[in-house]
């Protein structure tokens, strides 16, 4: 059976920290349609957190861009979130995918973000030309449905 896109959305916002929290929400508020577990929905925030927090970190440096994030739930219950930036990009995708890899000049940062997001979604991938920006897509499925007696 094809799989249907049932629901879309897109959100642009500055790559400030605060706007972390603003994703959360909007991944929250999206998910409410298709009554996600507790679990399902706090590991997308979670994941979801992650990504952002990437394009706040690294892409955009010590300058201010912008995170476009897309969000699809399809009829297999399947939702498919994307956060994209137009930031300095990603030399190396599989070094940077790494458990505590990180550009971060300060120390300040553990270099877990890609390992928290795998490990809260059936399915990550990250595509990056350097200069250009990178596209984070992730993959949740969520558990079906069962109706009560």
């Known amino acids: 059976m094809k799989k249907i896109c049932e629901?879309?959305?897109?959100?642009e916002f500055p790559s400030l920290s605060q706007n972390e929290a603003l994703a959360r929400a909007l991944a929250s508020s999206?998910?409410?349609?298709?009554?996600?577990?507790?679990?399902?929905?706090?590991?997308?925030?979670?994941a979801v957190s992650e990504a952002v927090t990437n394009c706040t970190v690294h892409a955009y440096?010590?300058?201010?861009?912008?995170?476009?994030?897309?969000?699809?739930?399809?009829?297999?219950?399947?939702?498919?979130?994307?956060i994209k930036d137009r930031g300095c990009g990603i030399?190396?995708?599989?070094?940077?995918?790494?458990?505590?890899?990180?550009?971060?000049?300060?120390?300040?940062?553990?270099?877990?973000?890609?390992?928290v997001m795998e490990s809260f979604c059936d399915k990550i991938r990250v595509t990056s030309k350097p200069?250009?920006?990178?596209?984070?897509?992730?993959?949740?499925?969520?558990?079906?449905?069962?109706a009560s007696t």
Request: glycine fraction near 6%.
């Open 7 to 11: 629901n879309a959305m897109k959100a």
């Open 91 to 115: 030399e190396d995708i599989s070094t940077a995918m790494q458990p505590l890899f990180t550009t971060d000049r300060q120390g300040e940062r553990s270099g877990l973000g890609f390992t």
């Open 61 to 82: 440096r010590d300058t201010v861009g912008t995170v476009i994030m897309t969000m699809k739930s399809y009829s297999d219950r399947s939702v498919r979130i994307e």
């Open 131 to 146: 200069k250009k920006g990178t596209k984070v897509t992730l993959i949740k499925n969520l558990s079906k449905l069962y």
């Open 30 to 46: 999206f998910l409410m349609q298709l009554n996600p577990t507790v679990s399902e929905l706090a590991d997308i925030k979670c």
